[in-house]
């Protein structure tokens, strides 16, 4: 992984919302002197991007909207994106960018090098590889809601189809290290999903939660409130409103207050901004913002058709044509958005 970092902010060993980081307490990004604006009308061309159940048949039976695939509608989960392949594809690369936003880090909870268990709630499968790679003599479970992960793995590593949002099946004290990631907006009790984490992690072990605040925001007031930029944020909090599964966890504390009701101790959160385009002045800063932009690109109508219809009631039409509208405002470079990553972790008591 490439050695990229980015500055954070670390917080007291409390849950209360006072001592929690905001992004007012990490430095504001530099602009580069280099940034090109694009006056141009075309949204075309850009510098990053050339635009524990068996598995039955249930589970395979997808969800098409849109034309595109989601998880079946199995329990009570309700995930926002698709689980296709140009989806899946984009979120390994997003796991990349956020490991390297967040100091090359897999985690960042404080464990040791030979623990014998671990799970991660909701697969990213190169997260996961690498993981297992890193602790190859740690047995490492990933779960998710569909059957999406590639035939080879680490040998140390397996996968099993879950609902995080169902009791359980791990036996109680089972994991040394239980990470969950960008569950953000699926989740309707959080305290229950951290009860259960705290059940299965053994005693002395770790809970690391990894969630995003889906708001584009500036330190330098470049993003206005009438740019599609600014209208991303607010179509994602408004559908989950609709869906009853906040997308504010970040900003309510809802990980740092959910770990403590559950029991952690030792609890620690951090927070990283993440630029997008390549208009920070610092070089890291600026690889990041590439990759960031890359994503984004990648599949941008994929990460906002179920929303958008959720909060505004848009057909495939109209999201095509804000995602346009986005793409261009993202290249003009007359914009200095970022977003804001939260990693939270605490113990259990021995």
Known sequence: MAGITSPAVESSPKSQKSDTPTAADVAPIEVGDDNPVDDGDSALGTEASSSSASISSSILNYRNMHGRTYHSERGTAQYWAPNDALQNEVMDIHHHLLTIASEDKLHHAPIKKDIEASTSIRNVT?????????????????????????????????????????????????????????????????????????????????????????????????????????????????????????????????????????????????????????????????????????VLEGDVEGHVLHVADLAWGWSKEQVTVYCAKLRKEIRSGKHHPYYRIKIVYGRKPE
Request: with cysteine; hydrophobic share 40%.
């Open 126 to 294: 190169d997260l996961l590889s690498d993981f297992a790679d890193e602790f190859s003599v740690t047995e490492v479970i990933g779960t998710d809601l569909s059957p999406i992960q590639p035939s080879w793995v680490p040998p140390n590593l397996k996968f099993e189809i879950e609902d995080c949002t169902q009791p359980w099946t791990f036996r109680p004290n089972t994991f040394d290290y239980i990470h969950m990631r960008y569950l953000v907006g699926s989740i309707k009790d959080w305290n229950s999903l951290f009860e259960q984490a705290f059940r299965a992690c053994k005693p002395g072990g770790w809970v690391e939660s990894f969630e995003g605040v889906p708001i584009m925001q500036s330190d330098d007031g470049s993003v206005p409130d009438d740019s599609a930029m600014a209208g991303w944020g607010k179509t994602f909090v408004e559908a989950g409103k609709k869906l009853e599964r906040s997308f504010t966890v970040v900003d309510d504390n809802v990980q740092e207050e959910g770990m403590a009701a559950a029991g952690l101790i030792d609890i620690e959160s951090r927070i990283f901004k993440i630029p997008i385009g390549r208009w920070p002045k610092d070089q890291n800063y600026r690889n990041v913002g590439l990759f960031a932009q890359e």
